[in-house]
T-cell receptor, first 112, second 117 residues
Framework: QKEVEQNSGPLSVPEGAIASLNCTYSDRGSQSFFWYRQYSGKSPELIMSIYSNGDKEDGRFTAQLNKASQYVSLLIRDSQPSDSATYLCAVNLIQGAQKLVFGQGTRLTINP | DTEVTQTPKHLVMGMTNKKSLKCEQHMGHRAMYWYKQKAKKPPELMFVYSYEKLSINESVPSRFSPECPNSSLLNLHLHALQPEDSALYLC????????????????FGPGTRLTVL
């Protein structure tokens, strides 16, 4: 089992709809979870962090965390073409040396 | 200021060259990281420095040599690289390597696009 897994994508969503991105992780002790957005040819940009069970909203973005199910998700409401990018789920693993582990990424395309 | 800077933006080098990548942050962060990213893959951790000491080396070949001259600077020295080392090299920093929550938020620089001929 991979340490961090994301739905493989690519994901195509019409403009104005809700995009849903999912991620599961294997380390039950993990406490810190992040979503990065990466445009083609650019570096990853941190867009959401979540540390407690439940929902965290920031503008059009909502991160959801369920530690019992070892599941993190990102919802993007009112999707815009500018949201087209690869979204990386990252989990701070604490087994052994503490480090950030990334999922494979989900490529999201918003169709006008 | 949440900026991490990296130089150069692009680098082309031969297999016998020696070059260095540089990274700088002025956020007072005490952990700095080097990642390697190949096309359509996630960033892959190479090294971690915590309080200017090497904390993690992810079994990186010795042709990559990291250096942390002070808490704001991180270098990656390159020597005798192979064509398969061509990739985007990313530097990141966080408030701390250990701890929880926002301490672990990592901010990435723009990267250096390296091509080895």
């Amino acid at each position: 089992q991979k340490e961090v897994e994301q739905n493989s994508g690519p994901l195509s969503v019409p403009e104005g709809a809700i995009a849903s991105l999912n991620c599961t992780y294997s380390d039950r002790g993990s406490q810190s979870f992040f979503w990065y957005r990466q445009y083609s040819g650019k570096s990853p940009e941190l867009i959401m962090s979540i540390y407690s069970n439940g929902d965290k909203e920031d503008g059009r973005f909502t991160a959801q965390l369920n530690k019992a199910s070892q599941y993190v998700s990102l919802l993007i409401r009112d999707s815009q073409p500018s949201d087209s990018a690869t979204y990386l789920c990252a989990v701070n693993l604490i087994q052994g040396a503490q480090k950030l582990v990334f999922g494979q990424g989900t490529r999201l395309t918003i169709n006008p | 200021d949440t900026e991490v800077t990296q130089t150069p933006k692009h680098l082309v080098m031969g297999m016998t060259n020696k070059k260095s990548l540089k990274c700088e942050q002025h956020m007072g962060h005490r952990a700095m990281y080097w990642y390697k990213q190949k096309a359509k893959k996630p960033p892959e951790l190479m090294f971690v420095y915590s309080y200017e000491k090497l904390s993690i080396n992810e079994s990186v070949p010795s042709r990559f040599s990291p250096e942390c001259p002070n808490s704001s600077l991180l270098n990656l020295h390159l020597h005798a690289l192979q064509p398969e080392d061509s990739a985007l090299y990313l530097c990141a920093s966080s408030q701390d390597q250990q701890g929880l929550g926002s301490y672990n938020e990592q901010f990435f620089g723009p990267g250096t696009r390296l091509t080895v001929l």
